[in-house]
């Protein structure tokens, strides 16, 4: 073994027993004491490093531009997404005024945005596997949430108690080690959740990828800080000693690296410059570099104009329309489920009839023809039956309620609306809470 890959060795050792001693849990069935982490065996987590094209790690993913690209346009959707709560009614639902909704869409506590919130859950989900909440109570007793604590994924390993109930101990980086029960965290699962944590998409689906990518990138910038220069080759018909072909290449080394590389090299006598090796291009090195994007945005479940590569057909027109409103439906969609049923279970475990949701209407909506089409044919009119109001309409596109635009106009009624019938204003998103009642309790 050289010394470079010892060093390399002993350096992957070093971080591999870090992540295990923080939060890496073992590889499924299997143990430090079956599969040393020293050993190298098919298994352990030094094998998945040493093959993987380098370490994987989250700094070295997010250094990849497709993948930062993905993890902030989704973790970004996420967040500019408004979380509504509900209550189911007899004729179906009801805006409820909470101040949960300031937590949820505002600041789930006083050092964070909910953007950034969101921003972290989606980061941990599609880098680490899983994503957490602290659930922050009035007191010991209370059932009353009066904040959320976001945590980073390796501060936090989940255990079963003999009752089956979940653990979570949380090791700060600043504060006291602290163990709470599952009521009081929000865990959002990722894929592979085995019901205490999920896969690590860092050491499965992302880890050739990544490595990949890496490896591509960093042979590209070498390539143009050695002034994208080839191998060379110079030969020359008389005979050369030791120290003038020392010379010679010191020399070439110094004239062609770096900001040099297109100052001429003047040689005297019957020398020739010959090229060994094959440009990036004939190499493929771009195509790919191409391919890994696409490879990386098929991980995400990311169309790949959305990571700003537009050179398909499809990229352009209503196709690019059709693959965002795809990007929602079947790769937004997933994550916010996961979500939703989190929130909705641990905020409100006793209550059948108050939920929370995204709004993903805005979205989901077209160009501004079809969004025209669409809310004349949900106004209704002759022979067409409404299904929304006028302020309904204004209060998705922004604009504040007008008088007399909340009737509903039904099939057969004139279009001015007279034959229609009153709906009830839907309530407006409450303010920041200066003092929290006791209707905001999350079983109310």
């Known amino acids: 073994?050289?010394?470079?890959?010892?060093?390399?060795?002993?350096?992957?050792?070093?971080?591999?027993?870090?992540?295990?001693?923080?939060?890496?849990?073992?590889?499924?069935?299997?143990?430090?004491?079956?599969?040393?982490?020293?050993?190298?065996?098919?298994?352990?987590?030094?094998?998945?490093?040493?093959?993987?094209?380098?370490?994987?790690?989250?700094?070295?993913?997010?250094?990849?531009?497709?993948?930062?690209?993905?993890?902030?346009?989704?973790?970004?959707?996420?967040?500019?997404?408004?979380?509504?709560?509900?209550?189911?009614?007899?004729?179906?639902?009801?805006?409820?005024?909470?101040?949960?909704?300031?937590?949820?869409?505002?600041?789930?506590?006083?050092?964070?945005?909910?953007?950034?919130?969101?921003?972290?859950?989606?980061?941990?989900?599609?880098l680490r596997g899983d994503g957490y909440w602290r659930i922050l109570r009035r007191g010991p007793m209370s059932p009353q949430i009066v904040g959320f604590e976001p945590l980073l994924p390796n501060w936090v390993k989940g255990k079963r108690d003999r009752d089956g109930r979940l653990l979570y101990t949380i090791t700060y980086p600043d504060r006291p080690r602290e163990t709470i029960e599952q009521s009081d965290m929000l865990h959002f699962p990722g894929v592979g959740f085995d019901g205490v944590r999920s896969l690590t998409p860092l050491q499965y689906a992302l880890r050739h990828g990544v490595g990949i990518a890496a490896a591509a990138d960093?042979?590209?910038?070498?390539?143009?800080?050695?002034?994208?220069?080839?191998?060379?080759?110079?030969?020359?018909?008389?005979?050369?000693?030791?120290?003038?072909?020392?010379?010679?290449?010191?020399?070439?080394?110094?004239?062609?690296?770096?900001?040099?590389?297109r100052t001429p090299l003047v040689l005297s006598g019957d020398w020739k410059v010959e090229r060994l090796s094959l440009s990036a291009q004939d190499a493929q090195l771009l195509a790919s570099r191409q391919f890994q994007v696409e490879e990386l945005c098929r991980i995400f479940g990311v169309p790949p104009h959305m990571a700003m590569k537009t050179d398909a057909q499809t990229s352009w027109g209503s196709g690019i329309e059709a693959m965002s409103i795809g990007f929602v439906r079947y790769t937004l969609r997933r994550h916010l489920t996961r979500i939703e049923q989190e929130i909705n279970r641990?905020?409100?475990?006793?209550?059948?009839?108050?939920?929370?949701?995204?709004?993903?209407?805005?979205?989901?909506?077209?160009?501004?023809?079809?969004?025209?089409?669409?809310?004349?044919?949900?106004?209704?009119g002759p022979g067409a039956q409404g299904w929304m109001t006028v302020n309904e309409v204004r209060t998705l596109k922004n604009l504040p309620p007008i008088e007399g635009g909340d009737k509903l106009v039904f099939a057969g009624a004139e279009a001015s609306g007279t034959g229609g019938g009153e709906r009830p204003r839907p309530p407006q998103p409450p303010r920041r809470p200066e003092q929290p009642g006791e209707d905001d309790a999350p079983d109310a």
């Open 1 to 126: 073994m050289t010394s470079a890959l010892r060093q390399r060795a002993e350096l992957l050792i070093t971080a591999d027993r870090e992540a295990r001693a923080v939060s890496a849990p073992a590889a499924p069935q299997a143990s430090a004491e079956v599969w040393p982490i020293s050993s190298g065996t098919r298994g352990s987590s030094l094998f998945n490093l040493l093959t993987a094209g380098g370490a994987t790690s989250e700094s070295i993913a997010l250094s990849v531009s497709t993948v930062y690209a993905c993890v902030s346009l989704i973790g970004g959707a996420i967040g500019s997404l408004p979380f509504k709560i509900y209550r189911r009614t007899d004729n179906g639902r009801e805006r409820v005024d909470s101040d949960l909704w300031w937590l949820f869409n505002e600041a789930p506590t006083e050092n964070w945005t909910a953007a950034s919130a969101w921003d972290l859950v989606a980061q941990s989900n599609l």
């Open 218 to 261: 960093e042979f590209s910038a070498e390539f143009f800080r050695s002034g994208a220069a080839t191998d060379t080759v110079m030969h020359t018909s008389g005979k050369v000693n030791d120290d003038q072909r020392q010379m010679l290449k010191e020399r070439w080394l110094e004239q062609q690296g770096g900001i040099k590389a």
């Open 346 to 380: 641990k905020v409100w475990p006793r209550s059948l009839r108050i939920y929370g949701e995204f709004e993903t209407d805005a979205l989901m909506s077209g160009d501004s023809t079809a969004q025209s089409a669409y809310f004349a044919k949900a106004l209704g």
